[in-house]
């Protein structure tokens, strides 16, 4: 893939939503002072209260996504092209931190990549099942409650349940959609079509406002040729 690049998020998108996600943060350590791997909700949890606190922000941190910074045509070579609702939201304490899940509906497949893809994640046990034509998507942030003490994520989740996104997205095995560059390949769908970048102005969406005036329906064509020009 053409470039791979570290997005410090401060208001974001996984939609890890998604797409290729690793805390940078590899800490092991059990001490008292810093929090272990894997278990971090609970281990924060348990400080908070040991302070008499039962509201906490949890410390930011750095991701790592696959896809970001790509033009449209390497995009669409590396990720399928869809049209999406989200249905519902779920927050999942993680080994590292917390994220939101977004059980999303496929409405529409407007592209489908020419690369195949081995890559897959687990879903978290307590998760509903997903219907036929639907999808997980990932991102970090939330806030859920873990022994009694409110653990709120830095981070803003970017989708809404009841809304329409375009989705630049690898969907796996087991139902995760992957999206390109994290937040960079999530757009939400407005009146008329119209597109915003969850992420602001990245190359992707640069790209689909300078071919596409930011329009789905003009988008749709682009994509056509695009597709036409790679046979």
Known sequence: MTSN???????????????????????????????????????????????????LTLPSAIYDYDGGNMDLPDTLHYYDVLITEVVSSHVIARDAD???????????????????????????????????????????????????????????????????????????????ALTAGGPQGLFLIGDNGNLSSVAGKTRLALAIETSANGNLQLLREVIRRIEQSSL
């Open 5 to 55: 690049k570290t997005i410090r998020l401060i208001l974001i998108v996984a939609f890890a939503c998604s797409s290729s996600l690793a805390i940078s943060d590899q800490s092991t350590s059990t001490t008292d002072d810093r929090p272990p791997r894997k278990g971090r909700a609970k281990w924060y949890a348990q400080q908070a209260k040991n302070r008499g606190e039962y509201v």
């Open 98 to 176: 917390i994220a939101t899940w977004y059980r999303v509906r496929m409405l529409e497949t407007l592209h489908r990549r020419a690369t195949s893809s081995t890559r897959d994640i687990d879903i978290p046990p307590d998760l509903p099942g997903l219907s036929s034509g639907e999808l997980w998507a990932i991102s970090p942030g939330g806030k859920m409650v873990v022994d009694d003490v409110q653990l709120r994520s830095p981070l803003q989740s970017p989708l809404t349940v009841g809304s329409k996104y375009l989705f630049f997205a690898v969907p796996t095995a087991s139902g995760v």
